[in-house]
């Protein structure tokens, strides 16, 4: 097999250019290629100096991940960057790209650093639940110092090549396409200089005020999580100890890290969520549709935010509304938007211009006949979306795909309003439709494979994160989520309070518990509107005008800047439905909190999977994650399911006697796994 590095001599320098498409990750034939090039160097007195430098789109761009959970061969990344620092002629990396995690490190241990304007730095280690973990801790903060190293390291964002050189991680900048010519310059600059900067020989020491105020600052960031700890306590360490005992300290974290459950989770969801792109039983060449112009039906929240994704991705929408005053009202909030993004420096003016410049705003769904894909976004309410459907069936061109952003609705019902149901199929955005990465695709019975297939094309085009499920009430998230829901109100009967159940789910690592959501999404949220009929504790709430937030009372009482406390009208309305229904009332623990509202939840995705609504486990996982904010470090509900253990999570729930999936029952029993 051909090495994917090579040599070159230009003069005095030698010049080591590794070519592993398609982003140079670090496997192992990157890392013996590059420390057959050092010794090679080191062995040859007619070299002065050295560049690493990468062919293609980036530098290296991390490890390999085809390596993960697998046994790596020689050198390991850690062995390979302390030769190319040990080597007594001077080094230089050359960056194009993006410099990330081992990359980062790679460029770390070369003795000076050129990169073009456009290229990044980063460590996004954290983001999988570990470190970067070959000296990167150690040589960052005394590259750059010690707050950027605290900001990279903990939250695993990248920086610009014009932020690197002034924190002084980069030297030099090159001119775009011209790097190799400006770093063999600066090597033969440089060749004669000594003594070589070694990054690790750097002095430092911070005050450690520093690392107690960053703490502080990022707690409600950081909760719950263990890298970022992890990382900071190894750039804090670097203040502390000689550079070999902090690479030591940095290894240890690291073991710790890479086999504890919270990588593992990470880890899984990095995978999952390319593999939810995946479609079983449609082929990967498959001729997709030409989406050239996108139409969207309805104006409001869902409409103007599902129609920003296309126009930031450059696709000309054509948005509808019933009323002038409406349409009017939808497309400002839409520049409002962009305006806003703008003021925080996320994109420039002229983009704002060029994203409005691409929206067609209109009252007659007839401006629709030209879009080759239609998503309809107006209020759940079956009869409204058919008469739709039938009407768009006259209207668009063949072959355009008829979407709905329904989240319970029946996919086929609304197909069978058309002639043409192959084309028809369900795209389930998440609010606020614009920020949210989650997408639901509804395959319906007859939907053709070109036309699901286009659908995950099109979810990545606008930078989401797409699941197919199939056609049952709620899909796969709302689906989860209603017997959650359900338990946490036959809780309230049964002795516990809104608090103590929030708190629960929020101790778990929920942004929210079910009552702050339902208080934040609005308790009047599919409300019958009759507030003469009464028929639970939230119908009671509605009557009431209890409505959550935006009315400053729902489950809690919120002051004018909305922050909420325990209600004493809602803790009257509960004691008196206790009344009114004769619950038998008892101690409810935490522990049976857990059971009850996350068990149930594991017990309806292994429904879900049994019924063929998912395609796998992780999947459902992802849907979690990303769009009802379950806690990445536990992986996920079918993820979490497997670090609980199975035989536990049926013991629960046949404690509190739950009909147990066939599925979940099959697997515990067997010692199978989910995941």
């Known amino acids: 097999m051909t090495s994917p590095i090579s040599t070159a001599r230009h003069g005095d320098v030698l010049v080591i250019t590794s070519n592993n498409p398609p982003v140079n990750a670090l496997g192992g034939a990157v890392r013996q290629g590059l420390d057959a090039g050092i010794k090679e160097a080191a062995g040859d007195d007619a070299v002065k100096a ?19 959970g697998k046994a790596m ?46 290229a990044k730095f980063g460590v996004p280690e954290v983001k999988l639940g570990l470190l970067p973990g070959a000296g990167g801790t150690q040589r960052l903060p005394r590259a750059a110092g010690v707050e950027l190293a605290l900001e990279m ?84 360490k670097a203040t502390q100890v000689p550079y070999p ?97 703008a003021a925080k420096g996320r994109m420039t003016p002229e983009q704002v211009e060029k994203a409005m410049g691409l929206l067609t705003p209109t009252l007659g769904l007839e401006a629709l006949a030209d879009c080759d894909l239609i998503i309809e976004a107006v209020y759940e309410n079956m009869d409204v979306k058919k008469d739709i459907f039938g009407k768009l069936d006259t209207i668009a061109k063949p072959g355009a795909i008829l979407a709905s952003n329904t989240s ?29 990465k989650l997408l639901e695709v509804v395959r319906g019975a007859k939907t053709a494979p070109d036309v699901l297939a286009t659908a995950m094309a099109v979810a990545k085009k606008i930078r989401k994160v797409a699941v197919v499920a199939g056609v049952c009430y709620g899909f796969i998230g709302n689906r989860m989520l209603m017997p959650r829901q359900v338990e946490a109100n036959k809780l309230l009967l049964e002795g516990a309070t809104p608090e103590q159940i929030d708190r629960v789910h929020v101790e778990f690592g929920m942004p929210m518990g079910p009552f702050q959501m339902a208080d934040l999404a609005g308790v009047d949220i599919g409300w019958h509107r009759d507030p003469s009929r009464i028929e639970n504790i939230r119908d009671q709430l509605c009557a009431e005008e209890r409505w959550g937030q935006k009315k400053g ?47 149930t939840m594991v017990n309806e995705g292994a429904l879900i999977l049994e019924e063929g609504m998912a395609q796998r486990a992780s999947d459902i996982d992802v849907v979690w994650i990303y769009g009802y904010g379950w806690p990445v470090y536990r992986g996920g509900p079918m993820f979490w399911a497997d670090t609980e253990g199975l035989k536990k999570i049926v013991e629960g729930l046949d404690r509190h006697g739950f009909e147990v999936a066939k599925l979940l029952r099959d697997k515990a029993e067997k010692g199978e796994r989910f995941n």
């Open 50 to 68: 050295v560049v690493i430098i990468c062919e293609g789109q980036t530098f290296f761009a991390g490890a390999d991940i085809t390596e993960f």
């Open 73 to 118: 061969a020689e050198p390991l990344l850690p062995q390979l960057v302390d030769a190319i620092e040990a080597l007594d002629k001077p080094v230089i990396a050359a960056v194009h790209g993006t410099a990330l995690g081992g990359g980062c490190e790679v460029a770390l241990s070369a003795h000076y650093r050129i990169a073009v304007p456009s």
């Open 153 to 236: 390291t903990s939250k695993g964002d990248p920086i610009s090549a014009s932020q690197a050189k002034e924190a002084g991680l980069v030297d030099r900048l090159a001119s775009e396409g011209n790097l190799l010519a400006d770093a063999l310059a600066f090597a033969n600059e440089v060749a004669a200089v000594r003594p070589i900067p070694r990054v690790s020989e750097k002095p430092l020491s911070a005050d450690p005020a520093v690392f107690e105020t960053f703490r502080k600052t990022n707690a409600r960031r950081f909760r719950g999580f263990d890298a970022p700890a992890a990382n900071i306590a190894c750039v804090e």
């Open 245 to 341: 005992q902090g690479v030591q300290f940095e290894r240890e974290q690291f073991m710790k890290l890479m086999f504890g459950v919270q990588s593992a989770a990470q880890r899984h969801i990095f995978f999952a969520e390319r593999k939810a792109s995946k479609i079983d039983g449609i082929s990967a060449d498959i001729q997709l549709r030409e989406i050239k112009r996108v139409g969207v039906i309805g104006a409001g929240t869902m409409g103007g935010g599902i129609s920003m994704n296309f126009l930031s991705a450059g696709v000309p929408v054509t948005i509808v509304e019933m009323q002038q005053e409406a349409l009017d009202r939808g497309t400002g909030v839409m520049r409002k938007n962009y305006e806003a993004t």
């Open 408 to 436: 319970y609705l029946n996919i086929d019902e609304i197909a069978a309003a058309t002639s043409r149901p192959q084309d028809v199929l369900g795209m389930h955005f998440f609010s606020p439709a614009n920020v949210m």
């Open 553 to 599: 009372a729902g489950f809690y009482d919120y002051d004018e800047k909305r922050n909420p406390s325990p209600s004493p009208r809602v803790a009257e309305i509960i004691e008196e439905w206790r009344t009114k229904t004769g619950t038998a009332q008892h101690e409810v623990t935490d522990q049976e909190i857990v059971e009850r509202t996350l068990y």
